[in-house]
Every structure is written in structure tokens, then in C-alpha cells.
């Protein structure tokens, strides 16, 4: 098991990509908290997931917070390293997808996207390195979008937290490489999840599904450590063709 013992943290995980992830990570050895808003979400995708650890002898816990409050993405970390004994893994997955017009997008609207997308991921980050510095190193994923560089209508505000994401992660890989802290963002495409409250199983045979998001991150946090792919794409092979 190539992560055996090793600790991560996946805000969002409760569902969908996040989800996946955790169960990807507890397949390899590794012992995952998963955070959310949700406590009933939460403990309900905890006792499914532990039977992917029951075939490793890794652990699932669960941590409820919203990752906006900066001292809610802090106890979130924290809760790993005191459930766990430290935290070698970061996977930034929380994101909400608001799809407005920006004429009719709120305030409130506009806010819950930067500070979900964005801003929560700078408070679990900024919580999380010195306990990463601490292992001697470690990982952090970003999870990003494909949109983060093809804007669409009504998707101003999503694409734009996603580019800032990108942004973010290109400049904290080059801050924290020499600490052994290996930094990536995934870009996946379009992926048969309830995002933006839309319908996982509509007409989405042709989508990734939140598994192969899932193979890229443990593939990434298993790459030979003399590489780094700091930036990936993800995309469906064969999406329908524009007529």
C-alpha cells in the first residue's frame, strides 16, 4: 500500500469528487478526515467509506465546519492531526458552483463563491503547512476546473475563484517545493456529479466520473519524486460534437 499511515484531510468530501477521493486515499493505506457542513451527509458517507479501509486497516473520521470561517478550516486541520497523530495530505475539494447571470447574481451569491472557492482554500492551506513542514513534507492537491481558463455565461463567478486557484497553487508550489511540500491542481472537465444542483445521472454517459478525478490525485501524490506535474487536465474523452 503505497500510503500506508500516511493522513489526509479532504474538505468536501462528503460526496461526489471529494468523496471519491477519500475513498481512492483509504484504498491506498492512508487515513482520511472528511469535512463539510453537513453532519448527517458526513456520517453517512464516513460509514460507507470505511469499507474501503476495513480492506487496509486505514481509518475514515468525519469533521463538521464550514471551510468559509477561517477558524472553522483551522479546527478542520487540526482535527486530523489530533485524530490521526499529523497531517502528510491537504486535498483543497470544497467548492460551490452558483451559476447566474452576474446582472442577477447577489451579493451574498457572489461572496459564498470567492470565500468557498478561494478563501477557503488559503485558510486550510495556511493551517496545514506548518504540520506539513513538520512530516518533513507532503502533499497539497487543488482542485480546480476546466473553466478556470474556458469562462462561460453564468459561470463568471466560478470561473473566475477557479483561475484564482490556479493562480494560488502556481505560486505556493514555487514558495513550498524546497520544503518537500509537493504542490498540484487538477483541472477536471465535466464530471457526472449533483454540481450547481444539476443531475448526476441526466444524459452523462459520456462525463468523467468522480472516480477518474479520484485515479489523477492518487496518481500525482504517488509520482516519483524527482518530477512534480504541477498543473493537470482532465477531460472526457469523447464529449458530444458541436453541430
Not at 470544497?94 to 478563501?119: C, F, K
Request: with cysteine.
Amino acid at each position: 500500500m503505497p500510503h500506508a499511515q500516511k493522513v489526509a484531510l479532504v474538505t468536501g468530501g462528503s460526496k461526489g469528487i471529494g468523496r471519491a477521493i477519500a475513498a481512492a486515499l483509504l484504498d491506498t493505506g492512508a487515513h482520511v478526515l472528511i469535512t463539510g457542513r453537513d453532519s448527517a451527509s458526513l456520517a453517512a458517507a464516513a460509514e460507507e467509506l470505511a469499507r474501503h479501509g476495513q480492506r487496509t486497516g486505514s481509518r475514515v473520521e468525519w469533521f463538521a465546519g464550514d471551510i468559509r470561517r477561517e477558524a472553522e478550516a483551522r479546527a478542520m486541520v487540526e482535527a486530523a492531526v489530533q485524530r490521526f497523530g499529523g497531517l502528510d495530505i491537504l486535498i483543497n475539494n470544497a467548492a460551490v458552483g452558483i451559476l447566474v447571470e452576474t446582472a442577477l447574481m447577489t451579493g451574498d451569491q457572489w461572496r459564498e463563491t470567492i470565500e468557498t472557492n478561494l478563501s477557503g482554500v488559503f485558510y486550510a492551506t495556511h493551517a496545514a503547512i506548518p504540520h506539513l513542514r513538520a512530516r518533513g513534507g507532503g502533499w497539497i492537491v487543488n482542485i480546480s476546473s476546466l473553466a478556470s481558463r474556458n469562462p462561460f455565461a453564468r459561470g463568471a463567478a466560478y470561473s473566475a475563484t477557479k483561475a484564482g486557484l490556479n493562480a494560488f497553487g502556481e505560486a505556493l508550489m514555487q514558495e513550498l517545493r524546497y520544503d518537500g511540500i509537493r504542490v498540484s491542481t487538477v483541472c477536471p472537465g465535466s464530471v457526472r456529479t449533483g454540481f450547481a444542483g444539476s443531475d448526476a445521472g441526466a444524459a452523462a454517459d459520456w462525463k468523467l466520473a468522480p472516480e477518474d478525478v479520484a485515479q489523477v490525485v492518487v496518481d500525482l501524490i504517488g509520482h516519483p519524486a524527482r518530477s512534480l506535474p504541477s498543473l493537470v487536465d482532465i477531460r472526457p474523452s469523447t464529449p458530444p460534437q458541436k453541430k
